[in-house]
């Protein structure tokens, strides 16, 4: 055989021992010899998936050679719960050595963390071996023969490989330390956990923990390695959470991700501790269940262009392949055909590999958003000074109009308040004042009370607070109802041929109305008739009432077009007049209030003023 290794696997023949009754002694008879049966298509390693029974092996050596030589028997499954190896020896006894995960790791006759059994053969002779193997998980047995040069050539090389990648783990976790404690961002701390868990569970299932801790706890040597896969699945679920973001980026698949996570790290691994064997087949499919979900979500959010979830896929579909392969085979659906331990190892490392890179490229993103994000605060801060600047300027300017405003309010005031006040200081000195002094400072009064009431609806105009309420009016009626009350009724002629009902609100209207039906009486001619016609009209195909105000001009003359709507607008040639210029304002935006219309014309010698208001 020289310096290479022999598989047994198609040489090995087997037999299920369902009762767990069977003695080495019992094999020998003929009935049970022809029980053993041989499966020549498994090519790694004998797989009997989850069973409970303990299983007996049989294959023979032949030396053809005229001196003896010693060989070894590896069995590479360190999670076999107990290892009968029988040998022949002296005569025709044999020779058995009991070991296994559940005894100390001094039962083994080889120190390894494989199950390593060396054995003499005689010249020119031929040894039947048998093996009883029991597994509280998949049962599977891949066995080799080696010469001792070829496995001590082997062992040093593997135990090489082992230590680097022990070290590359530790250098790795060591690294996300550091940047946790430098950045104080938990996801690097997350990352610790998994790559401590699974360089754990990798351990665990190679059989280097059972090698290097003191530890011979049955309980312990059971259920370490599906207790720390267990938590190595959490952890990733959580990492993979963090990464990718899924509680904002896909919050109903990460409610299940959320679960699952809380599932494999709390009662998964107390299960697994308590009852290994009971729950270890639920556990695998809940596994598999697991990992679909991670596959979908990851796939989502790559056809999503997320650029963290490209990494994590990358370096996650290789664990993923392995993981399932490794499960799938200990359930006996494929065959096993690699040593687990090696490619779960190659995979684990693969993925922590491209996981520190995809964390290194997400501490890159941040740096370039916080980079991106300091140029939109300098751009905004700079356009924050520009708008304040204009702030300003606009500022300046409606102070200015204020000021402007309050100026000639002032020159109103003091103009148009005079007159009548003299005219009440007046009536006041006299002794006896005549009938038409009496109406004449009854008009003064009644002026001043105008001006003061047009300031203050003014004032709720320019500060939004006029309330509308609405109601049924008759507009012919309140147009009576104005010019009855007016002093010079005489002087208004009313046409109104039918009634006209609107709903609108009724002291804006009575507000409107009695602006135009005044701005008409004080700008004709003295004892000249004002026309008002209240009649129905449509108006952008909307039915509505218009009311015609009319006036023949008087010594004012017409008004200025532009600017007869105007805040403080008078005529130059109407400050004979007392007013305030702001009946046609406040007209102006009370019919914008109630969703109508004023306009004005100047016929040859008429000033119509065209009031509409919709139904």
């Known amino acids: 055989m020289g310096n290479a290794s022999i598989p047994l696997t198609q040489h090995i023949q087997f037999l299920e021992d369902a009762r767990a009754q069977l003695k080495l002694a019992d094999l020998q008879s003929v009935e049970v010899k022809a029980s053993f049966r041989s499966e020549a298509t498994q090519i790694y390693a004998l797989q009997f998936g989850i069973t409970k029974s303990p299983w007996w092996l049989r294959f023979s050596l032949r030396n053809e050679t005229d001196q003896p030589v010693e060989r070894y028997v590896e069995i590479a499954n360190s999670r076999l719960t107990r290892l009968d190896f029988c040998g022949p020896d002296v005569g025709m006894d044999f020779r058995c050595t009991e070991t296994g995960s559940l005894k ?19 010249p020119n002779s031929v040894g039947t071996f048998y093996v009883r193997v029991e597994s509280s998980s998949s049962l599977s047995v891949p066995a080799r023969v080696w010469s001792p040069e070829a496995f001590r050539l082997y062992e040093k090389n593997d135990y090489l490989v082992q230590g680097l990648y022990l ?5 790795i976790a060591v690294l996300n330390l550091f940047l946790f404690y430098t950045l104080r961002e938990k996801l690097y701390l997350v990352y610790v956990g998994v790559v401590v868990s699974i360089t754990f569970t990798v351990f665990s299932h190679n059989g280097l923990v059972k090698q290097m801790i003191a530890a011979d706890s049955p309980a312990w040597s059971l259920s370490s390695a599906s207790v720390g896969y267990a938590v190595a699945v959490g952890l990733l679920l959580l990492f993979m959470r963090q990464m990718l973001s899924t509680a904002t980026v896909v919050p109903r698949a990460d409610r299940w991700l959320r679960g699952a996570m809380w599932v494999f790290l709390l009662p998964v691994p107390v299960a697994l501790a308590l009852f290994h064997q009971s729950v270890i087949l639920f556990t695998q499919f809940l596994t598999l269940s697991v990992i679909g979900l991670e596959l979908l979500v990851g796939v989502y959010l790559c056809w999503h262009r997320q650029r963290s979830a490209y990494f994590f896929m990358l370096a996650y579909s ?18 096993l055909v690699w040593d687990v331990g090696w490619s779960a190892q190659v995979a684990s490392g693969f993925e922590m590999i491209l996981l520190s890179l995809a964390l290194a490229d997400r501490m890159n993103q941040v740096r370039l958003q916080r980079d991106h994000s300091q140029e939109l605060a300098i751009q905004l801060q700079a356009s924050l000074v520009e708008e304040l600047r204009g702030s300003e300027q606009r500022l300046k300017h409606l102070v200015s109009q204020r000021v402007d405003e309050l100026r000639r309010l002032i020159d109103m005031l003091s103009h148009e308040v005079r007159t009548p006040m003299s005219v009440i200081r007046m009536y006041l000195s006299m002794d006896q004042a005549s009938p038409r002094s009496r109406e004449q400072a009854r008009q003064a009064v009644s002026d001043v009370d105008a001006i003061i009431e047009r300031c203050l609806d003014t004032d709720q105009v320019d500060h939004a607070s006029v309330t509308i309420n609405r109601q049924n009016c008759r507009i012919d009626a309140v147009v009576q109802g104005l010019i009855t009350s007016n002093l010079e009724a005489q002087r208004v002629q009313v046409s109104a041929p039918q009634p006209c009902e609107i709903h609108t609100d009724l002291q804006l209207l009575k507000v409107l109305l009695s602006n135009l039906i005044d701005n008409a009486l004080k700008y ?13 009209a449509d108006r952008n195909n909307q039915p509505g009432v218009c009311v015609r105000v009319s006036n023949p001009v008087g010594a004012a003359g017409f008004p200025d077009l532009d600017r007869v709507f105007s805040k403080f607008y008078r005529s130059p040639s109407a400050h004979g007049k007392s007013g305030s210029g702001l009946g046609l304002y406040l007209v102006s935006q009370f019919v914008q209030l109630l969703g109508g219309t004023v306009e004005v014309q100047c016929a040859t010698d008429q000033v119509h003023f065209d009031l509409w208001l919709p139904l």
């Open 167 to 171: 070290g590359a783990a530790i250098a």
């Open 524 to 536: 004709s001619p003295p004892h000249a008739q004002v026309q008002v016609s209240v009649f129905p």
């Open 104 to 122: 100390s790791f001094d039962s083994r006759p080889y120190a390894n963390r494989y199950f390593v059994f060396p054995i003499k053969l005689a």
């Open 318 to 335: 290789w664990l993923i392949i392995v993981a399932c392969a490794n499960l799938l085979a200990g359930l006996d659906w494929i065959p």
